[in-house]
Structures are given as structure tokens and as C-alpha cells.
């Protein structure tokens, strides 16, 4: 059951780049690198999925490390709405891996 | 991305009442939802799997009488806290998937519960 690590908090500037990291050492070929972060009071929200390829959206970029042991969640200009707990979850479609919420990275962003 | 709403966003309650709160997925049908609960501080944890048609598939530890889901159609499925009391105080969240419970999760904003 391949779990993830996590720091548990981080602090940033408003403005500036973002990352935050997430490791997964015993990632199988089959899991999906999954990204949600849940706002205060706020049910979890998706941000970035990938497998193996760096992925870019509206909200962040997902860089992954060439032997997906790791990956690293890009927020390119932070701002206050920023702020929030970012859960890294690896997806395996043959696992329940919507249990696997571990206690995430809480991001400080301080103007 | 889906949305995923929930109702209503906020109860109050005396102790021994009982208290539904809905989940529905607005743009997409879903055969499973998930439904989740939150302590102050706390991570996620997973209560039951919702499944359209059949009965709800319970976590260890989380008793299927005093949580009660009925998953009535493919849009919507309701929790229903039952004689509640002050140590169900917490913060309820249910997801959904477009696809299946395989594939990525979108999630409602969350109820929360007060037993008074």
C-alpha cells in the first residue's frame, strides 16, 4: 500500500513561487500522483493529476521526478487564497485510494 | 471540474435528534459517492461508500445504524446522523466521481454538525 510523505507545513511569500514536495518511494507503475488541497472550512478541491509526465493546468504545474519516487506541486505566483492543507495521493485504480488522506502540507502565505 | 453540492452547509442540533444532510452531484451521475468525516485539525477520514441501488459499504469502527446512507438515485445520496449527540460534532464531506470511484474524487463543500 504505497503511502506518501509530506512535509507538515510550509511558509510563502505572497507573489512568489510555491513548491511543495511529496515522496513516494514505494510508488508502483500502475499509481496515478494525485493533488487536492481543502481551503479552511472548505471540502478538499482538485488541483493536478499525473503518472509519469510533468503536467501543467490553470492551477499549478506537477513536476515528477524521473524515477517517480517523488513530485513537487508548483504553485508559480502564490497568493492568500493559497492558503490551505495540500493532500499528495497516489491513485492506484485497483486500491481504494480515496482513503488514503494523510495529514498534508499546511501552506502559509504571508503578504 | 464536477461540482459536487451539499445541504445544508451548516446544522444545529439537540442532542438525540437526528439529522440528514444531502450530497449531489450536479452535472454528472454518479453510481458511488463517498462520504467523510473531519475533526478540527484532523486529516480526512472515510465513513462508508455510497452505492445507487444497494446498501453502503461501512468503514471499520463507523456503526451503519447510527450513520444511516441511502443513495435514492444517481445524483444524490443522504447521510443521516441518528440520535445525535455532542461527539458527532464535526465537519461532513462527500465526494463523487464522474467516472467511478476508481477515478479522481470531486467534493462537496462540507456540512457542518453541532450537537448542542
Known amino acids: 500500500d504505497a503511502k506518501t510523505t509530506q512535509p507538515n507545513s510550509m511558509e510563502s511569500n505572497e507573489e512568489e513561487p510555491v513548491h511543495l514536495p511529496c515522496n513516494h518511494s514505494t510508488i508502483s507503475g500502475t499509481d496515478y500522483i494525485h493533488w487536492y488541497r481543502q481551503l479552511p472550512s472548505q471540502g478538499p478541491e482538485y488541483v493536478i493529476h499525473g503518472l509519469t509526465s510533468n503536467v501543467n493546468n490553470r492551477m499549478a504545474s506537477l513536476a515528477i521526478a524521473e524515477d517517480r519516487k517523488s513530485s513537487t506541486l508548483i504553485l508559480h505566483r502564490a497568493t492568500l487564497r493559497d492558503a490551505a492543507v495540500y493532500y499528495c495521493i497516489l491513485r492506484d485504480v485497483g486500491s481504494i485510494w480515496y482513503r488514503r488522506f494523510g495529514a498534508g502540507t499546511r501552506l502559509t502565505v504571508k503578504p | 471540474g464536477a461540482v459536487v453540492s451539499q445541504h445544508p452547509s451548516r446544522v444545529i442540533c439537540k442532542s438525540g435528534t437526528s439529522v440528514k444532510i444531502e450530497c449531489r452531484s450536479l452535472?454528472?451521475?454518479?453510481?458511488?459517492m463517498f462520504w467523510y468525516r473531519q475533526f478540527p485539525k484532523k486529516s480526512l477520514m472515510l465513513m462508508a461508500t455510497?452505492?445507487?441501488?444497494?446498501?453502503?459499504?461501512?468503514e471499520q469502527g463507523v456503526e451503519k445504524d447510527k450513520f444511516l446512507i441511502n443513495h435514492a438515485s444517481l445524483t444524490l445520496s443522504t447521510l443521516t446522523v441518528t440520535s445525535a449527540h455532542p461527539e458527532d460534532s464535526s465537519f461532513y464531506i462527500c465526494?463523487?466521481?464522474?467516472?467511478?470511484?476508481?477515478?479522481?474524487?470531486?467534493f462537496g463543500p462540507g456540512t457542518r454538525l453541532l450537537v448542542l
Open positions: 455510497s452505492n445507487e441501488g444497494s446498501k453502503a459499504t461501512y
Open positions: 452535472d454528472f451521475q454518479a453510481t458511488t
Open positions: 465526494s463523487a466521481s464522474r467516472q467511478g470511484p476508481q477515478e479522481t474524487q470531486y
